[in-house]
């Protein structure tokens, strides 16, 4: 079945930049949509944006738009977010999730999950 | 952007039955799918669409939706219950955004 694996913990200073990496097994990678969501410590979910590998189109959500690019690399089945300009509130752990949608387009849903990178934002 | 409302916390007696809600416009429009999260672990899917169970999920977990809010029922809930769970739709505004409800805590006395 899909797998995916994410990058180690991340220590970054107020205004530089982070990339994540999520690696997928199993199954076709460039069929998915891969999906990036967020936890802030003690907090709910909260969706980023998301690739088509196969189109090679990223749609984002308007929080992270201009601040977040999320790309894929078919040919090693890597999907990356990367996020700028970080500040003390970015501090999360970062999630990569498959994304399906159902034939009609009336429910997605997320699974599996990556196991998460934690980001650390600290001067 | 639309929104999805979860009660922060919930709490059932051990093999009692709980229901877990999620409230918001896009529900008009689409189906939640739901994830359980217990602590230090990543989301796993429990739910997704009108009803449908992932393979491995317990047959006590189930969905149902009524107007603008959709219900994660648990019938018979054990210990390993004991979880926070999250909602989520598509996002009705028409650009294919996503939406995340802020979670509820379940707590099985």
């Known amino acids: 079945q899909v797998q995916l694996v994410q990058s180690g913990a991340e220590v970054k200073k107020p205004g530089s930049s982070v990339k994540v990496s999520c690696k997928a097994s199993?199954?076709?990678?460039?069929?998915?949509?891969i999906s990036w969501v967020r936890q802030a410590p003690g907090q709910g979910l909260e969706w980023m944006g998301r690739i088509i590998p196969i189109l090679g189109i990223a749609n984002y959500a308007q929080k992270f738009q201009g601040r977040v690019t999320i790309t894929a690399d078919k040919s090693t089945s890597t999907a990356y977010m990367e996020l700028s300009s970080l500040r003390s509130e970015d501090t999360a752990v970062y999630y990569c999730a498959r994304e399906l949608m159902s034939r009609g387009g009336s429910y997605n849903w997320f699974d599996p999950w990556g196991q998460g990178t934690l980001v650390t934002v600290s001067s | 952007s639309s929104e999805l409302t979860q009660d922060p916390a919930v709490s059932v007696a051990l093999g009692q039955t709980v229901r877990i809600t999620c409230q918001g416009d896009s529900l008009r429009s689409y189906y939640a799918s739901w994830y359980q999260q217990k602590p230090g672990q990543a989301p796993v899917l429990v739910i997704y669409?009108?009803?449908n169970r992932p393979s491995g999920i317990p047959d006590r977990f189930s969905g149902s939706s009524s107007g603008n809010t959709a219900s994660l029922t648990i019938t018979g809930a054990q210990a390993e219950d004991e979880a926070d769970y999250y909602c989520n739709s598509r996002d009705s505004s028409g650009n294919h955004h996503v939406v995340f409800g802020g979670g509820t805590k379940l707590t099985v006395l």
């Open positions: 199993g199954g076709t990678f460039s069929s998915y949509t």
């Open positions: 669409g009108k009803n």
